[in-house]
């Protein structure tokens, strides 16, 4: 698959949040780094999973991708074209070949549309659609595509449990054929049975429509099921990427230990006998991260190099899986 160019190429990505005080006569007082410095491909038909604590820079890296927030620095290439700095005409056609799924299906729908009226809405948007009939006709069959009757559509949103609606969200991203989604959380807001019907509905989309993800989420069970790669997240920079097995198997940073070490294993025997990576401490703020590596106060292995120089992303043995840290060898 590396092989391949990326369909999505992000370099040297950051976003910054100035912070204000005053009410009339503001001042700048600080600076959130939301996102620091961040790169990252995502190759055709790959899903690309994003691991990380709450706050750590997740969500914005989607709204990044997708230009819905204007990045402080870096370039983002879609399919080799610079799409950072776009207007707003070239962002709309832009819009037909990126979508996005919402974490909350409770508020991600209009409550005051029908279910027919919301999917079909960027067929209106982009003029896509001719004439009534055909409108009709893409609507209940995209309804159709993600396991909903096409009768369904003259429903309102509150007719509709969880899952159905998290459904019909996925229904709308899909209408205009995208080749890329970002999936934000798709299945936290879900219960568990029915998060696995989602996953499975993306998988099996995925496979026909050779769709790329960036699927972003808490619950690494869920990430492992169906990302290729996963690039872990920590306070606005990514710690470490590589392929799925490997990143579970064998992971390098202390960080990514960390979290998988927090999963537990429904086997007493292996339970006891692994490896446990304990970290301490509270996450610190963005306001104020450490200098040199930002994990080094919660790091059990930290050195005075973590503290006073900050590691940059290198691959190791030359088999994709890249980390930041100064104590892994090459």
Do not use: W
């Not at 005080?21 to 038909?45: Q, T, V, W, Y």
């Not at 027919?116 to 948007?125: A, F, K, R, T, W």
């Amino acid at each position: 698959m590396m092989e391949k160019e990326p369909l999505i190429d992000v370099r040297n990505l950051s976003k910054h949040f100035p912070v204000f005080h005053g009410m009339i006569f503001k001042r700048k007082i600080a600076e959130l780094k939301a996102l620091d410095n961040i790169s990252f491909r995502i190759f055709p038909g790959e899903t690309l999973g994003l691991v990380g604590e709450s706050g750590c820079g997740k969500t914005t890296a989607c709204r990044v991708l997708l230009q819905l927030e204007i990045p402080t620095a870096g370039e983002i290439r879609f399919q080799g074209k610079n799409i950072t700095g776009l207007d707003k005409r070239a962002l709309r056609k832009l819009r037909n070949r990126m979508q996005i799924i919402f974490q909350d299906p409770f508020s991600a729908l209009n409550p005051r549309m029908k279910i027919g009226d919301i999917v079909g809405e960027p067929l209106h948007i982009h003029g896509l659609a001719r004439g009534k009939t055909e409108y009709n006709a893409r609507v209940a069959e995209i309804l159709e595509t993600v396991g909903l009757h096409a009768s369904m559509a003259d429903r309102y949103p509150h007719e509709f449990s969880g899952g159905q609606r998290q459904r019909i969200g996925i229904a709308r991203a899909l209408i205009l054929n995208p080749a890329f989604l970002v999936c934000d959380e798709p299945v936290s807001a879900l219960d568990v049975s029915i998060q696995a019907q989602i996953i499975n509905l993306l998988a099996e989309l995925q496979a026909k429509r050779g769709l790329t993800y960036l699927f972003i989420a808490h619950d690494l069970a869920v990430v492992r099921h169906i990302s290729n790669r996963v690039a872990v997240m920590y306070l606005g920079e990514i710690v470490e990427i590589a392929g799925r097995d490997e990143l579970y198997h064998l992971p390098l940073h202390p960080y990514t230990k960390a979290l998988l070490a927090a999963v537990p294993i429904p086997d007493p025997e292996i339970e006891k006998s692994r490896e446990h990576c304990m970290i301490t401490g509270e996450v610190p703020s963005l306001f104020d991260a450490p200098e040199g590596c930002k994990f080094h106060p919660r790091c059990p292995m930290a050195q005075d190099i973590c503290r006073g120089s900050r590691p940059v992303l290198k691959e190791i043995n030359g088999n994709g899986h890249e980390v930041a840290c100064h104590l892994v060898d090459n």
